[in-house]
């Protein structure tokens, strides 16, 4: 389904999801510990995205979303 979804992901991100997946592997056989995450900048460009979903669903129901600011020492497993 990705595949045939040129429009969604071209074949540019599909080669490159690919090559880091090759990488990952490559690096976890050799015994290396692979943390796989997102960059801070791929996330930064989605935040104005998500207050404005936050902002719907809180005008829609103010009691489906929780946002929690804390101190990045604390842990929190909601």
């Known amino acids: 389904m990705i595949d045939a979804d040129v429009?969604?992901?071209p074949t540019e991100q599909l080669r490159e999801?690919?090559?880091?997946?090759?990488?990952?592997a490559y690096l976890r056989l050799r015994g290396f510990a692979v943390v796989d995450s997102r960059?801070?900048?791929q996330?930064?460009?989605?935040?104005?995205?998500l207050v404005a979903e936050m902002r719907i669903a809180i005008?829609?129901?103010?009691?489906?979303?929780?946002?929690?600011a804390m101190?990045?020492?604390w842990v929190y497993g909601g």
């Open 39 to 41: 960059s801070f900048e």
């Open 71 to 73: 101190s990045n020492r």
């Open 43 to 49: 996330l930064e460009r989605k935040i104005p995205d």
């Open 7 to 9: 429009a969604s992901h």
């Open 59 to 68: 005008e829609q129901n103010a009691f489906t979303r929780e946002l929690i």
């Open 17 to 24: 999801w690919k090559t880091l997946a090759e990488m990952r």
